[in-house]
């Protein structure tokens, strides 16, 4: 069995059901982290419709998120949601602004080496990881 994540009638990604239950229930946890809603509706039947305005926005407030971080835990547990959520921007013809803008430290989350503040989010990472996921993402 699996699952539709689609944008009316526009299948962007076609999970297996315990892969699709995580997604959903690991978005609504870091939705916590930047403080708006994931735009993912109720599963109905076999599908998940995205309210693909909100949906853009919230992966866009992550990737924010991840880019201003300095803190090497904080990003590594962003990055496959992340890179996921990325492909199914990029199926809808959509794409994160945050991936292009300059980021500034996030002082919540500053982890401090011996060589000082350590380095910010790397964007080409995100995208290179992204790439790889949408090979392995039905729809």
């Given amino acids: ?5 689609q944008v009316g009638d526009l299948v962007l990604w076609n999970p297996s059901n315990r ?3 995580l997604f959903v229930r ?4 870091v939705a916590v982290l930047v403080g708006v809603p994931t735009g993912i509706g109720p599963v109905r039947a076999d599908d998940y419709e995205i309210d693909l305005d909100v949906f853009v926005g919230f992966v866009d407030a992550l990737v924010a998120q991840y880019m201003s971080s300095s803190h090497a835990i904080l990003r590594s547990l ?3 949601f992340i890179a996921t959520a990325l492909v199914l921007v990029d199926r809808a013809g959509r794409d994160a602004p945050s991936l292009r803008a300059d980021a500034t430290l996030d002082p919540r989350d500053v982890s401090v080496g011996p ?3 350590r380095p910010l989010g790397d964007s080409q990472r995100l995208q290179n990881l992204a790439g790889e996921h949408a090979k392995a993402m039905p729809h």
């Fill in 26 to 29: 690991t978005s609504e946890a």
């Fill in 19 to 21: 892969v699709a239950e």
């Fill in 78 to 80: 962003l990055e496959g």
């Fill in 1 to 5: 069995m699996s699952q539709y994540f």
């Fill in 115 to 117: 060589e000082g503040i």
